[in-house]
């Protein structure tokens, strides 16, 4: 007998001074954050969280939360590691915080659509549009649309309203939950080239899966458009899918870094996962006027 259909249901609610929504269909429950467009929680009912939120993640205005899905725009990481066409965009270098000027701004909530049981939230930051984010003057429309149905769907959609070109580094910087990072490894990265970060910036060659042992931050380069986490803990494989990337970041702060971390338990280094659906380094974009660009991230779950 099929189970009866159950419509799915969108409330705002308040997390500390965050406003956010909560949906929840027949299938999951997301929670998403207004700053930022932030996704903070995603899980299957009856599962184990797909999408990692750490136990002392601060909902404060202005501040990144810890976990979720943090957009980073209009540049990954250190703006001085990104490409010169990235690093020439920025009028004051000296200021330019980590991971872009979007995580930690009020984005503006466009619709909310339901449809077949899915629901679909659309944002927008209007400060991009009009050109008015710190020291980034250029007109570029950033939208980015979530939609939850049987599986996790993000698109980050950018076009350039300049009359000029634009050059912009991003990421989906996914983090996701693990029983035991320790018995976890990632399928579809064997034969490709990363950036050893922990190691200057060195480039290598992945052999087989990778499996984790000690802190890692590395920059996989020509990535392939999945890749699967498999959890023999949780038995159970966390599935990317990825369109408009070429790149991924593979990071766990292992046991000293997580010591120094914001917002990160001492032992939450063992519970998490990022795998951030990029565009870095040379698959950064660049975009001529009134071109348009989308970075996608599909996210579902299946049984070892």
């Given at each position: 007998?099929?189970?009866?259909?159950?419509?799915p249901?969108?409330?705002?609610?308040?997390?500390?001074?965050?406003?956010?929504?909560?949906?929840?269909?027949?299938?999951a429950?997301?929670?998403?954050?207004?700053?930022?467009?932030?996704?903070?929680?995603y899980?299957?009912?009856g599962?184990q969280p797909?999408?990692?939120?750490?136990?002392?993640?601060?909902?404060?205005?202005?501040?990144?939360v810890?976990?979720?899905?943090?957009?980073?725009?209009p540049w990954?990481?250190?703006?001085?590691?990104?490409?010169?066409?990235?690093?020439?965009?920025?009028?004051d270098?000296?200021?330019?915080?980590?991971?872009?000027?979007?995580?930690?701004?009020d984005?503006?909530?466009?619709?909310?659509?339901k449809?077949?049981?899915?629901?679909?939230?659309?944002?927008?930051?209007p400060?991009?549009?009009?050109?008015?984010?710190?020291?980034w003057?250029?007109?570029l429309?950033?939208?980015?649309?979530?939609?939850?149905?049987?599986?996790?769907?993000?698109?980050?959609?950018?076009?350039?309203?300049?009359?000029y070109?634009?050059?912009?580094s991003?990421?989906?910087?996914?983090?996701?939950?693990?029983?035991?990072?320790?018995?976890?490894?990632?399928?579809?990265?064997?034969?490709?080239?990363?950036?050893?970060?922990?190691?200057d910036?060195?480039?290598?060659h992945?052999?087989?899966?990778?499996?984790?042992?000690?802190?890692t931050?590395?920059?996989?380069?020509?990535?392939p458009?999945?890749?699967?986490?498999?959890?023999?803990?949780?038995?159970?494989?966390?599935?990317?899918?990825?369109?408009?990337s070429?790149?991924?970041?593979?990071?766990?702060?292992?046991?000293?870094?997580?010591?120094?971390?914001?917002q990160?338990?001492?032992?939450?280094?063992?519970?998490m996962?990022?795998?951030?659906?990029?565009?870095?380094?040379d698959?950064?974009?660049?975009?001529a006027p009134?071109?348009?660009?989308?970075?996608?991230?599909?996210?579902?779950?299946?049984?070892?």
């Open positions: 007998m099929n189970e009866p259909f159950t419509a249901q969108v409330e705002r609610i308040e997390m500390g001074e965050l406003p956010c929504w909560r949906i929840k269909t027949a299938a429950e997301l929670l998403v954050a207004e700053q930022g467009a932030q996704v903070l929680s899980q299957r009912h599962e797909l999408i990692w939120l750490s136990e002392q993640a601060e909902f404060r205005r202005g501040l990144s810890r976990g979720g899905v943090p957009v980073c725009w990954f990481g250190d703006l001085a590691r990104n490409p010169a066409g990235v690093r020439a965009m920025r009028e270098h000296g200021s330019a915080p980590a991971h872009g000027e979007v995580r930690g701004r984005w503006r909530l466009q619709d909310i659509a449809e077949n049981g899915a629901v679909t939230l659309t944002f927008d930051l400060q991009s549009a009009s050109g008015e984010l710190p020291g003057p250029h007109a429309d950033l939208t980015l649309a979530i939609r939850l149905d049987e599986r996790l769907d993000l698109s980050l959609t950018t076009r350039n309203r300049s009359s070109r634009v050059a912009l991003q990421a989906l910087h996914t983090y996701l939950a693990v029983g035991d990072i320790r018995e976890v490894g990632i399928e579809g990265l064997d034969g490709l080239r990363y950036i050893e970060t922990l190691e910036w060195d480039e290598r992945q052999r087989g899966i990778l499996n984790f042992a000690g802190e931050d590395r920059i996989y380069l020509d990535t458009p999945r890749l699967d986490l498999v959890d023999a803990g949780w038995k159970r494989r966390i599935c990317l899918e990825a369109s408009g070429h790149s991924a970041i593979v990071w766990n702060p292992w046991i000293d870094k997580a010591a120094r971390l914001s990160f338990a001492d032992d939450a280094w063992q519970r996962l990022c795998i951030e659906t990029a565009n870095v380094l698959d950064a974009v660049e975009l009134e071109q348009s660009a989308t970075l996608a991230l599909c996210l579902w779950s299946e049984p070892l």
